[in-house]
């Protein structure tokens, strides 16, 4: 089982920014797909953004089109996901994750269940 370690994150103030990082710990993150999901307090787990094994596509929630930017380098078995103009409402624990990467449609890679690897979380809070 791939183990993936999260940075970044932290406290910033509405309309700021910040970095996560998932690095992971063999080659195999690099030929899986990636994803990213957050957690607020009360809150179910939900998707946020996906990047196909070789980054060809990404995916994002509604809520953070325009604003996230999923990225790789698979040379360095790592994801990121640049927040930008973060509001309040993206207060959560964010994970990332990996699943197989036989099936990278938009229904698949939203599907929580569908991945296997999971980081530790990262707290992001948003200060109004």
């Known amino acids: 089982q791939v183990q993936l370690v999260q940075s970044g994150g932290g406290l910033v103030q509405a309309g700021g920014s910040v970095r996560l990082s998932c690095a992971g710990s063999?080659?195999?993150?690099?030929?899986?797909?990636m994803g990213w999901f957050r957690q607020a307090p009360g809150k179910e787990r939900e998707f946020v953004a996906a990047i196909t094994w070789n980054g060809g596509m990404v995916y994002y929630a509604d809520s953070v089109q325009g604003r996230f930017t999923i990225s790789r380098d698979n040379d360095k078995n790592t994801g990121y996901l640049q927040a930008l103009m973060l509001k309040p409402e993206d207060t959560g624990l964010y994970y990332c994750?990996?699943?197989?990467?036989?099936?990278?449609?938009?229904?698949?890679?939203?599907?929580?269940?569908?991945?296997?690897?999971w980081g530790q979380g990262t707290q992001v809070t948003v200060s109004s």
């Open positions: 063999d080659f195999r993150s690099s030929t899986s797909t």
């Open positions: 994750a990996t699943k197989p990467a036989w099936d990278e449609s938009g229904d698949s890679v939203r599907q929580i269940f569908a991945y296997q690897a």
